[in-house]
């Protein structure tokens, strides 16, 4: 399998717990990308690396998320002390720069339920 | 800030319909404009991608055009089938993706 993979696909917590997700861009691929996605909304942009340096994060990164890509190649996505407003669908993507138009690819997303 | 909107949120449609989806953006300062798809509980297909000095691209039934200085785009689906029914999302491309919310189209049999 060639395209993003992210582990776990759900993930179910209780609030206050800590949760970290994965992600596995495409190889190639040198720039890596979260965004997050409720329900009947489109992803909103957390934070994009290329290699292994961060180098954009939202404001809706709170000092609870932290996201990490240690050797510019999987990434990790980590919530602390989980709040019911983090459940969301927590999506990756990753592209290849070239410049100013590139094609991301998206990953199937992890699902995380706060209760 | 860019904000992109998307009308409308929700579209249902008898098979073989042709369609348009609207997508529209505040700030035409962007690199390209992209069509995604997106099944439920899934993630993101990219269908079709814009560059700013683009008007338009075609793929299959698809075809999405670019009118930069109105800040709008379109995406006209042909002859609907019900395996398009899907969540169409826009985005535009300035540095990062800034997405649309999303219209969710049903094609019924």
């Known amino acids: 399998d060639t395209g993003v993979s992210q582990d776990p696909r759900h993930k179910i917590t209780k609030r206050g717990q800590n949760v970290t997700f994965r992600c596995d861009p495409i190889?190639?691929?040198?720039?890596l990308y979260w965004y997050r996605q409720t329900l009947g909304q489109g992803p909103e942009f957390l934070t994009y690396?290329?290699?292994?340096?961060?180098?954009?994060k939202s404001r809706l990164l709170s000092d609870r998320f932290s996201a990490e890509r240690p050797k510019g190649s999987f990434s990790t996505l980590e919530i602390q002390r989980t709040e019911q407003g983090d459940s969301a669908m927590y999506l990756c993507?990753?592209?290849?720069?070239?410049?100013?138009?590139?094609?991301?690819?998206f990953g199937s997303g992890t699902q995380l339920s706060v209760l | 800030k860019q904000e992109v909107t998307q009308i409308p949120a929700a579209l249902s449609v008898p098979e073989g319909e042709n369609l348009v989806l609207n997508c529209s953006f505040t700030d035409s300062a962007i690199y390209n404009l992209q069509w995604f798809r997106q099944d439920p509980g899934k993630g993101l297909t990219s269908l079709l991608l814009i560059q700013s000095s683009q008007r338009e691209q075609t793929s299959g039934r698809l075809n999405a055009s670019l009118d930069k200085s109105s800040g709008r785009s379109t995406l006209y689906i042909a002859a609907s089938q019900p395996g398009d029914s899907a969540t169409y999302l826009c985005a535009v491309e300035g540095g990062k993706l800034i997405f649309g919310q999303g219209t969710e189209l049903s094609v019924k049999p």
């Open positions: 690396f290329q290699n292994e340096a961060q180098l954009e």
């Open positions: 190889s190639e691929h040198n720039r």
């Open positions: 993507a990753s592209s290849f720069s070239r410049g100013a138009n590139e094609k991301l690819f």
